[in-house]
Every structure is written in C-alpha cells, then in structure tokens.
C-alpha cells in the first residue's frame, strides 16, 4: 500500500494482505532476519537491554524491563542469558535489598561498543526500500501507534 492509497474499506472485504498487523509483522520478520545476518550471537531483545544500559547506566531490572518495553519475566530471562555471557552483572540495592540492579561489565561495553555501529546498519537495511523523508515519516507515524 502507498502514501498514496486510501485505507481498505470493511465493506470491499477482508484482505489479510492489507491489515496492519500483518504489514507490521512481515516489517519485523524482516527486520529480525537482518539483525540475525548481521548480529547472530545476540537476540533484539538482549541487544536492547545492552543498548538501553549503556545509554542510562547502572538501573533496576524492573525499570530496564520498562525502559525496552518486557515484561518481568522476559527481561529475567534477558538479563540472565546477558549475565551468563559476562555482559552484565546484578547486585542488590543498597537500601532497598529487594530491588535488583544490573549494570553492563567491562566485556558488555566492550561488545556494545562493537555492536552499535552494527545496529546503525541494521536500521539502515531495513529501511533501504524508503527514500530517507519517507524513513522519517515511518518511524514517526510508528512512534505514534507505539
């Protein structure tokens, strides 16, 4: 569908090739395949939490599971796939024992410092097919229903 076209109408029928959830999710297959060609031994998910922690630093896991959009129990499991690859290490708060943070070690800067660059041509390639208006225009309408 181009800028151009107008939205499906319900009455002209369904067509699974016109709704958003099915653009959205052949968007991110694509997206996905290309992080995995370019980035195999990490998942989004664990390049997010690396991303987000060395853009804020030292935080709690409930508020990195916040800050890229996980749930408890997925961000868990991030951080503990991370922690098993030297990325990142946990300690409990200082004054709220319950609270558990987690920060990136010195082989997690080490790899996101690798790994950015990369990312930048993730993002990139995904967006080849769109002229770099257009790009903008995308991520900003998707910022929108996000």
Not at 4 to 20: I, S, T, W
Not at 21 to 29: E, N, P, T, V
């Amino acid at each position: 569908m181009s800028g151009d076209e107008a939205l499906p109408d319900p009455q002209d029928g369904y067509r699974l090739q016109e709704q958003v959830g099915f653009i959205l999710r052949k968007a991110h297959q694509r997206h996905v395949a290309i992080f995995a060609q370019r980035i195999g031994d990490l998942t989004p998910p664990q390049f997010a939490a690396l991303a987000r922690l060395g853009e804020v630093g030292e935080t709690s896991q409930n508020q990195l599971g916040a800050l890229v959009a996980m749930d408890a129990a997925t961000i868990k499991g991030v951080i503990d796939r991370l922690k098993a690859r030297g990325y990142v290490a946990l300690a409990r708060h200082a004054q709220d024992k319950r609270r558990l943070m987690v920060r990136l070690t010195a082989d997690g800067q080490a790899a996101l410092q690798r790994l950015l660059p990369l990312a930048g041509e993730i993002t990139a390639e995904t967006l080849a097919p769109l002229s770099q208006k257009e790009a903008q225009q995308f991520l900003r309408l998707l910022a929108k229903i996000a």
